[in-house]
């Protein structure tokens, strides 16, 4: 990264969100502690973004002022009316017709992640519109029944927009999810976790400096659908709880404070074959979890807090190789707590008795597989963090340069291999993928990355191999670290189905 582009992110976001000086960002993290333990101490409602067709459907992207906490309101920018966009629920095989209006002070587009429309329906940056301008998506949804999500895609200020609200949820239904009988109605919750800092007077705060350009923005407030730890409260029953990861740069390692197992029914894109029960999840920035919680048998007054369990990151700052254990980890004043740091995301407060729950079903769905044997070729993608710089295979992203060609049709494996101090969530856009391997570092696939996936998270040291078929469209399509510092700052390639 050039120094131009450098102070290119703090201008802009500053021109948004007011002053930068480092005297007034310590003195808000001082008097920010305090704001968090009011806002906790008094928690808000989840947010319950409207469901909407996506047929006919107009988006406008616009600047607002919400209530992110209860009696603390911010200015975010927003798709719909909330801190989170309208939840666009589809069944497999419906038509999208969608409308994009720009309304803020700066370009945007929209991706629709996971999904796998045309190349002029993708959201590359190359495609991003000025305000009073429009983007025209046409494209019928063929994925399976599960949780996608759609967000800013604009170049090289996708992580301010989403940070600031530019993110939702994309529910696709079909018959082989119907068939199962899960959780639904008021029984199913759909969530955006992510985390936020925010200043004295308690409204979100994007200012990255030093650090936060290399690891990516950690925060130490959790948002919920874009509020600060919810309270959301549920009848003593089952729960169908779906998950999208959408921090800056957090993972989450997602547990219950009961240490209650979770049941895993679907990953990224759709069910996985058979329920699996784990202790924790660990989701990167665009992976998502369909989960079933069972609350039956708590008495009413219950709280069970949903919780971002502590684990080993390597490359946080001067921490000896990343931060470990209970508690948070101020960093430098910044309202940062470390990467693996415990994190408490919100809260299920147990109201009621409810239904008598149902067993999960035994099988799920059918999942075709793709054995190594299958591919026609293999690519190595190496990503890097040094010196202020992201990068893939040595480069920086360049918005029309082809940096791969892939024949239309062809199964190919690509390997991801992580050669920096920080952990990269890899996105593909046009494919869904299968996990085939992971090396060094964790050394295996886990539970979550058995089915249908579009991001994996590579840690440091690791060398992660994905099995994929590149039949949806011919056209230009991303590869991206999905860590939104790191993206912006050219972690990010184009290539070509052709
Ligand atoms: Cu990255």
């Known amino acids: 990264m050039n120094r131009r582009d450098f102070l290119g992110i703090g201008a802009t976001a500053s021109s948004l969100l007011g002053p930068t000086s480092a005297s007034l960002l310590a003195a808000c993290a001082t008097r920010g502690t305090r704001l968090a333990e009011l806002q906790v101490a008094s928690s808000w409602p989840l ?74 329906a993708d959201g590359h940056p190359r495609l991003q519109v000025g305000r009073g301008e429009r983007y025209v998506y046409e494209f019928v949804v063929r994925e399976p029944a599960g949780l996608y999500w759609y967000h800013s895609h604009a170049h090289a200020r996708t992580a301010p927009q989403v940070y600031l ?3 939702g949820l994309f529910v696709v239904r079909d018959d082989v999810e119907k068939a199962l009988d899960l959780p639904s109605g008021p029984h199913e919750l759909t969530i955006v976790l992510q985390d936020k800092r925010q200043d004295a007077a308690g409204r979100l705060a994007y200012v990255p400096v030093g650090h936060d350009l290399m690891e990516g923005f950690l925060s130490d407030g959790p948002f919920v659908n874009g509020v600060r730890f919810p309270r959301i409260e549920v009848e003593a029953a089952r729960y169908r709880l779906r998950v999208l990861a959408a921090a800056n740069a957090r993972i989450f390692r997602l547990g219950l404070s009961t240490g209650t197992p979770l049941t895993l029914i679907g990953g990224d894109a759709g069910l996985l074959d058979a329920p699996v029960e784990v202790p924790s999840i660990d989701l990167g920035t665009g992976e998502r979890a369909d989960l079933l919680i069972d609350f039956a048998g708590h008495e009413p007054g219950t709280v069970v807090r949903l919780r971002s369990l502590p684990f080993r990151s390597p490359g946080g700052m001067g921490m000896g190789g990343g931060m470990m254990g209970r508690g948070r980890m101020m960093m430098g004043g910044s309202g940062a707590s470390a ?93 869904h993928f299968q996990v085939l391997s992971r090396s060094g570092g964790r050394a295996r696939v886990f539970p979550w990355e058995r089915g249908w996936k579009d991001t994996v998270l590579v840690f440091p040291g690791e060398s992660v191999d994905v099995i994929a078929r590149f039949d949806s469209h011919r056209g230009m399509f991303l590869l991206h670290c999905h860590n939104l510092e790191h993206e912006d700052m050219g972690m990010m390639m184009n290539f070509q189905i052709e």
Do not use: C, K
């Open 165 to 167: 609200g530019l993110a």
């Open 47 to 120: 947010y319950r973004p409207e469901f909407v067709s996506p047929e006919g459907l107009t988006l406008t992207a616009r600047h607002a002022t919400v209530e992110i906490a209860r009696g603390v309101s911010s200015p975010i920018l927003t798709w719909g009316d909330g801190p989170v966009g309208p939840t666009i629920e589809a069944r497999t095989g419906q038509r999208a017709t969608i409308v994009m209006q720009n309304e803020l002070d700066e370009p945007t587009i929209a991706h629709w992640h996971g999904l796998r429309p045309p190349e002029s």
């Open 339 to 431: 990467q693996g740091a415990e994190l408490d995301l919100a809260e299920f407060v147990v109201t009621r008795g409810g239904p008598r729950s149902r067993p999960a079903p035994s099988r799920l769905a059918t999942l075709e597989r793709l054995p190594r044997s299958s591919a026609a070729r293999e690519r190595t993608f190496r990503f890097d963090s040094r010196m202020m710089m992201h990068t893939i295979n040595g480069r920086r992203f360049e918005m029309e340069r082809v940096d791969e060609r892939v024949p239309f049709g062809a199964i190919e494996i690509w390997r991801f291999i992580n050669d920096g101090p920080f952990p990269h969530p890899v996105h593909m856009h046009a494919v």
